[in-house]
């Protein structure tokens, strides 16, 4: 009879065991994905060839704090708005960078197509939305990307800096992402949208962007 009882004891405790091991991977907080956008406080901002965007909290040489007159946005209840002089509206938002659970930056090394050389793949990216170019638009945006290690002040170390650059056509939407390489920030806090520049030299080559967006999964 005891045996009977120690054998369906033992029983119990690894049926108990085997359904905490089971359980654990649900026990674990889930990842949560992040889109965080850069243009926040507004809906789209339109830039030409003489119309550029520049931080107006970004620190600079000639001390302005205005943006750029004759820039033109869409605010956050539909209205078109052309910057006129004076106008420090902030159009854009520093976002939060984040690492893994264990305080770690979250990027690893893939293999590429020999298996052999590894490249670095971060676990974010950045991704931009172009809603329309104009008849003139076929040169590249580049969009210029700098940390902020403590939130506040951007780093000028040589390399810090992240541009990247796309191209807009006149007939279609264009949306392209970019891995963001995370790796050169181990430790910073936050990422600044520090200009847009259109390059292009064509007076109808506009472009308006409505998205900017920094993309993730976030323990």
């Not at 990027?107 to 990216?125: K, Q, V």
């Not at 590249?140 to 000028?156: K, M, Q």
């Amino acid at each position: 009879m005891k045996i009977k009882k120690t054998l369906a004891v033992s029983l119990i405790k690894k049926t108990l065991v085997v359904s905490l091991l089971v359980a654990l991977p649900l026990l674990a907080p889930a990842q949560q994905h992040h889109e965080i956008n850069f243009l926040a406080p507004i809906t789209s901002i339109t830039v030409t060839n003489l119309k550029q965007y520049t931080n107006i909290f970004s620190p600079n040489l000639a001390g302005v704090t205005t943006n750029v007159v004759g820039l033109t946005y869409t605010n956050l209840i539909g209205s078109q708005v052309v910057v006129a002089a004076g106008d420090s509206t902030a159009l854009t938002v520093d976002v939060p960078l984040w690492s893994d659970r264990n305080g770690l930056v979250p990027f690893s090394y893939a293999p590429d197509a020999t298996n052999i050389i590894g490249f670095l793949r971060s676990a974010m990216t950045i991704n931009v939305h172009i809603l329309s170019g104009g008849s003139g638009a076929n040169s590249a945006v580049n969009l210029t990307f700098v940390p902020l290690p403590d939130g506040i002040h951007e780093s000028t170390l040589s390399g810090d800096a992240f541009v990247f650059a796309i191209t807009a056509n006149t007939t279609s939407e264009v949306d392209i992402s970019t891995n963001c390489p995370i790796h050169n920030w181990a430790g910073y806090k936050t990422l600044r949208l520090k200009k847009i520049v259109n390059t292009d030299t064509d007076a109808s080559s506009q472009v308006t962007i409505d998205s900017i967006t920094l993309n993730g999964f976030v323990p």
